[in-house]
């Protein structure tokens, strides 16, 4: 079975402030304000318009932080975007 895609939020639903290590995420549909660290706001960031899979994110962030993208990379988005999921800031596609 493959990777479940998910949607970003649309433009201008997110405010994305950093705080030193910690991000704000404010979230203007249900005004809830998330504080996450790394690699949430990555993540997010990577996901672009059309929906995606935690393949392609993982593949997008390899590229970006020069990591290998298999194993623990893809496990790692992988759990993030069903967390994100359950936040709201991402939907399933």
Known sequence: MGDRRYRAAPPGALRV???GELTA???RRSVQTHLVVSPI????AAMGEKPCDAATL????AADFE???E???HAVVAER????ADLGLVAPA
Do not use: T
Request: no cysteine.
């Open 17 to 19: 402030e950093p705080l």
């Open 58 to 61: 993982a593949a997008r962030l």
């Open 41 to 44: 706001p990555e993540i997010l």
């Open 71 to 73: 194993g623990d990379v």
């Open 25 to 27: 995420i404010f979230d």
């Open 81 to 84: 975007l069903r967390e994100l």
């Open 67 to 69: 990591v290998e993208a």
